[in-house]
């Protein structure tokens, strides 16, 4: 790796790795604009359907925010771009990262050591959890806070700002973790680091005690280990059931938590419920464009245009805080309305449907497991997002459009190579090969 995209890597790790300060993030998104935007340039990397769909995103959220808020001092502000008005910034990002492509050893060292941290990390608190010798020490560089819903229990949050935030995160490096496993080959050190990495992700997830996360985590898995090949993986669906079951046995506040998840009237659960409600007033309001970008958690709005039809809070006390519907759709749909949800779930569509083509046309990549892992960490965000605004802020997403961005960069730049090579070997343009199913699935899987 060379000195500039080496510095860059290592700005970027601790932005993904730290939010309880919005310095780390705020600088690795400069780093890598100015990284990815200079390569673009210097590369003739143009933009494809992903970049096109994040581009329309933006610019349709700006337009809605414009038409409603109107208030450019605020559109710039801290305040807002590190609350309401964040996914600006964060889906700005994923452009960036898609500009930035690195050779496939690099790019697989840098989420292995991204791995190895949060696994390290979760180590830690669970060290703290159970109090185990010098735990104390271990504290000051891995904060833990108790949770009074949750009477004297820790509710581990890593390096991140809120439990939901590290839960989100370590349900993505989970089943990465979990795709690295998959891979087939490695020695028994390697294989025994790779369950490392896995029981490491998975503790510091069920620690986390956010129930979103734990669906995502399980929506995940699905796509690394359906149903169909469940029987060919049965020791390592053993391996990872058998460790959350003793967590969930052992931890009267996990049971708790999740036995709390269809009580109506336990506590965030009624706040969340009251939200749902109002997002969805929001929408039947104003159905098409939604209420404004930025406009959720605003006061004292007055409205203009036909009730039912368009509906657009034009005038009101701004107020930028870290509140949301707790849904991304519904709160997508309050704000944009239909073609707010539309423009932006066709992002995450895009990249989807990218991340497929690659891992059917080269199931024998070095970046199969990344591209695989990426899919489902995607999924697992969506999941997460029934509860949170998990793909509409900052960290999360951010954490997304590195893997998603960096791996398809990596992907692109090979596919390049191949193309380049196979036309070099001949005069003719090679003929495209067709690759059954037998033959796209990994040897691990057969």
């Not at 808020?69 to 590190?82: A, E, K, M, P």
């Not at 203009?304 to 809070?313: E, R």
Request: hydrophobic residues 50%.
């Amino acid at each position: 790796m060379n000195p500039i995209d080496l510095l860059v890597a290592l700005i970027v790790m601790a932005g993904l790795l730290v939010n309880t300060t919005p310095i780390p993030s705020i600088i690795a998104i400069g780093v890598v604009a100015l990284r990815g935007t200079s390569t673009r340039l210097t590369k003739g990397v143009g933009f494809r359907k992903v970049e096109w769909a994040v581009v329309l995103c933006l610019a349709y959220w700006l337009a809605s925010y414009c038409w409603s808020t109107g208030d450019f001092n605020n559109l710039v502000s801290y305040d807002f771009l590190r609350n309401d008005g964040a996914m600006l910034i964060s889906y700005s990002a994923f452009i960036f990262f898609l500009g930035w492509p690195l050779k496939v050893r690099e790019c697989r060292a840098f989420w292995m050591i991204f791995l190895t941290i949060l696994a390290f990390t979760a180590f830690a608190g669970a060290a703290q959890s159970l109090d185990l010798p010098f735990s104390g020490l271990i504290g000051r560089f891995v904060p833990v806070y108790g949770d009074p819903a949750l009477g004297e229990d820790a509710m581990f949050v890593g390096w991140f700002r809120a439990h939901n935030t590290a839960g989100g995160v370590y349900a993505i490096a989970t089943v990465l973790a979990l795709a690295f496993l998959l891979e087939p080959g490695g020695s028994r050190k390697q294989k025994f680091f790779r369950w490392a990495l896995v029981m490491g992700c998975l503790g510091g997830l069920v620690l986390t005690y956010s129930r979103g996360a734990y669906f995502g985590f399980v929506a995940g898995a699905a796509i690394l280990l359906p149903l169909r090949k469940l029987r060919r993986n049965f020791k390592i669906v053993l391996a990872l059931v058998v460790p959350a079951l003793l967590i969930l046995v052992m931890s009267n506040s996990v049971l708790a938590r999740l036995d709390s998840i269809d009580d109506p009237y336990y506590g965030n659960n009624t706040e969340r419920i009251v939200l749902w409600t109002e997002a969805l007033r929001d929408f039947a309001d104003s159905p098409f464009i939604g209420m404004g970008y930025g406009r959720f958690n605003d006061l004292d709005l007055q409205y203009w245009g036909v009730k039912n039809v368009v509906w657009v809070a034009v005038r009101g006390k701004i107020v930028n805080n870290d509140s949301h519907a707790h849904n991304s759709y519904l709160h997508f749909l309050a704000e944009g309305g239909i073609i707010g949800l539309w423009l932006t779930m066709a992002v995450w569509w895009y990249a989807w449907k990218e991340l497929s083509f690659f891992t059917s046309h080269f199931p024998r990549s070095k970046l199969y497991w990344l591209e695989k892992g990426a899919t489902a960490g995607l999924a697992a965000a969506l999941v997460q997002a029934l509860t949170e605004h998990a793909i509409g802020r900052g960290s999360v997403v951010l954490v997304l459009d590195a893997l998603i961005g960096l791996t398809l960069a990596a992907a692109r730049l090979e596919a390049k190579a191949a193309k380049a090579s196979q036309l070099q070997a001949g005069d003719t343009p090679p003929v495209r090969r067709v690759v059954t199913r037998a033959q796209r699935e990994p040897v691990s899987a057969r």
